[in-house]
């Protein structure tokens, strides 16, 4: 059973930028579509990016001018690379992956359903 591991968050003050690396551990890590999606306090869990297996990487509307995902095969590990952070990216933020494509990226948070989820990693941005 794959198994996903988040770390890298904290408290930063805007502007800044801030990696979080995701690691995988399992068989067939390299089959799955990864992402990386968040959830502030008191709001659904959203899609924050995605990187297909074979590397090609989707944003969300409001980061993709600021945040980059990232994905080395050989340390199993999922990156995201976020620049110029703003209080409103202030989430917890989580680490997924599927063997679907099609389920992450229309990921359903009424259903909350994907089939490997990390435990997240808290980010504060402070105006």
């Known amino acids: 059973q794959v198994r996903l591991v988040e770390s890298g968050g904290g408290l930063v003050q805007g502007g800044a930028s801030l990696r979080l690396s995701c690691v995988a551990s399992?068989?067939?890590?390299?089959?799955?579509?990864m992402g990386w999606f968040r959830q502030a306090s008191g709001k659904e869990r959203e899609f924050v990016g995605i990187?297909?297996?074979?590397?090609?990487?989707r944003y969300a509307d409001s980061v993709k001018d600021r945040f980059i995902i990232s994905r080395d095969y050989d340390k199993n590990t999922l990156y995201l690379q976020m620049n110029d952070l703003k209080p409103e990216d202030t989430a917890s933020y989580y680490c997924?992956?599927?063997?679907?494509?099609?389920?992450?990226?229309?990921?359903?948070?009424?259903?909350?359903?994907?089939?490997?989820w990390g435990q997240g990693t808290l980010v504060t941005v402070s105006s």
């Open positions: 997924a992956a599927d063997s679907r494509y099609g389920r992450i990226e229309n990921y359903d948070s009424r259903t909350g359903y994907l089939e490997v």
């Open positions: 990187v297909r297996a074979n590397g090609v990487t």
């Open positions: 399992g068989p067939a890590t390299r089959v799955y579509h």
